[in-house]
């Protein structure tokens, strides 16, 4: 916070918010937001929380959550979060799934 009110870039408010009224620092903020949503919906980017994790689930599995089978030949193993990808934070929250498997079973759940 700024000791003196500056105007705000957007609307010329003053406001010891910084460049931006508290209004327009929101929108600002979610507009950043949806950018940042955007491009890690484009590139497929993880967490790295999600990232290691999931390197552990492929790593270490043995049976398939959705077929119950083991593995099969030229069908890698996938981590299938249970919640979100963006709230992953321990192995619970993931599962060991053939690609195929989860390809074919897509955004449903279990």
Avoid at 8 to 34: K, M, V, W
Avoid at 49 to 66: E, K
């Amino acid at each position: 916070m700024s000791r003196f009110p500056t105007p705000c870039l957007a609307c010329g408010q003053l406001s010891r918010n910084g460049s931006y009224c508290p209004t327009h620092q929101a929108r600002l903020d979610q507009h950043h937001e949806q950018k940042r949503k955007a491009i890690k919906k484009q590139t497929k980017q993880y967490s790295g929380a999600y990232t290691r994790l999931a390197q552990i689930v492929r790593a270490t599995a043995t049976v398939c959550a959705i077929c119950k089978l083991g593995a099969i030949p030229n069908d890698p193993w996938q981590a299938d979060h249970i919640v979100p990808a963006s709230e992953v934070y321990s192995l619970d929250q993931l599962q060991a799934v053939h690609a195929s498997c989860n390809r074919a079973r897509g955004n449903k759940a279990l």
